[in-house]
């Protein structure tokens, strides 16, 4: 029996399983009816709700083997692996897509709290920065 017709261990295809789950859902994540969201309709306008929606996922496997002790004097041999991943999806609103009579639009959704974080953050750089060429080096002279 070659290699490739031996069945998986119980516990590799549950393993198997468990990633190509959440493999699916990280992909339904990314549908294009996750992205426009129901269209509103208020009088003659309709209101399409637009999202940005990102899905990132990671995994990683690994064994290793080497001798743990000795038996009746002969050396005795171990070894592991295992793995493990995960992944995470994020959706957040960007924009408004607004069809009236008199045509249509694109209205930006501006999140204020996320352009002061990112200022701030910013900010905070170039302070650490300025400070660091400032302070004369000791490991140069």
């Not at 992944?87 to 996320?114: E, F, H, L, T, Y």
């Not at 200022?119 to 400032?134: M, R």
Request: aromatic residues 4%; proline residues 6%; without cysteine.
């Amino acid at each position: 029996m070659s290699e490739q017709q031996l069945p998986e261990a119980p516990q590799e295809a549950s393993a198997h399983r468990r990633a190509a789950a959440v493999m699916e859902k990280l992909i339904g994540a990314a549908d294009v009816a996750k992205v426009y969201g129901e269209p509103i309709r208020h009088g003659d306008t309709l209101l399409i709700p637009a999202a940005e929606v990102v899905a990132v996922a990671g995994f990683g496997i690994g064994s290793g083997s080497g001798v743990t002790g000795r038996v009746d004097g002969k050396p005795t041999r171990g070894g592991g692996g295992g793995g493990g991943g995960g992944g995470r999806a994020m959706a957040r609103s960007v924009a408004m897509i607004v069809a009236a009579p008199d045509g249509i639009r694109v209205a930006p959704i501006v999140d204020v709290s996320k352009i002061a974080l990112a200022a701030l953050t910013a900010a905070g750089f170039v302070w650490a920065s300025w400070k660091g060429i400032a302070r004369p080096k000791r490991w140069l002279a």
